[in-house]
């Protein structure tokens, strides 16, 4: 079992390699395996980008993200600005559907609502603004269409399976994809948390995917 101080020296390493966040101006905290994160982030996308990384690092038994956003780097944008903002990078991330997607600004926070066909469209567009600056928060109220084109589960299962064997980190022949309907349930084992991560997103980044059950075991 690792002791805090290591596992602090390992999450303090991930911040620092992962090309996603800038951990210039973040403190990390370990307790009994609970990491406190604290300090400065850019934006929303850099704040819960370091509590993602976090979450990858064996030891870690839970995340308590207390970073706050940057206020020298704040613009200062109106809500209605924002808002401008919002509807162009929903278009950017998502130009199929972006039209059924209404980006709403009070006091620097987005709610989005309207309507999606899958899952992760859910997570792209909420992704798409926390990178903007001067968001305070973002609420994703958006809900799946209800009249989503089927795909079937013959078709769904190839696509996850294709997409698992084109990474470069996961070993597709140990995980094996079950699917039902919707429903996609990942068993096997991988060698990390980051490839247990990254074994769901790629099933959950299949069209036609509702549910992702993900019963891989990691085995260091």
């Known amino acids: ?11 303090e390493a991930e911040l620092s390699c992962h090309p996603l966040v ?14 406190t994160l604290s ?23 839970a995340v308590a993200n207390a ?7 704040r613009l ?4 209605p600005e924002i808002a401008c903002h919002a509807v162009r990078a929903l278009k950017q991330a998502l130009p199929v559907c972006c ?24 997570q792209v567009a909420e992704d798409a603004v926390r990178r903007l600056k001067d968001v305070l928060d973002v609420v994703n109220a958006l809900a799946l269409a209800e009249s989503a084109d089927a795909i079937d589960t ?11 064997r084109s990474s470069a980190s996961l070993d597709a022949s140990a995980i094996k994809v079950e699917a039902r309907g919707a429903d996609v349930t990942l068993r096997g084992r991988v060698r ?3 490839e247990h991560r990254e074994a769901e997103e790629r099933a959950w980044s299949a069209p036609g995917v509702r549910h992702v059950h993900n019963e891989l075991v990691v085995r260091f």
């Not at 039209?99 to 859910?122: M, S």
Request: positive net charge.
């Open 76 to 79: 200062n944008l109106t809500d």
């Open 67 to 73: 970073i706050d956003l940057h206020r020298g780097l």
């Open 1 to 11: 079992m690792k002791s805090d101080s290591d596992i602090r020296c390992a999450v």
């Open 39 to 61: 300090g400065y982030a850019r934006n929303l996308f850099h704040k819960y980008g370091a509590e993602d990384a976090v979450k990858r690092v064996a030891g870690v038994t």
């Open 192 to 194: 990390a948390r980051s």
């Open 154 to 164: 013959a078709e769904i299962k190839r696509r996850i399976e294709a997409s698992l």
């Open 22 to 35: 800038d951990d210039t101006d973040i403190v990390v905290n370990v307790r009994d395996g609970v990491v």
């Open 99 to 122: 039209e059924r997607i209404r980006p709403l600004v009070r006091q620097g926070t987005i709610t989005l609502e309207g309507t999606v066909n899958f899952p992760y469209q859910r």
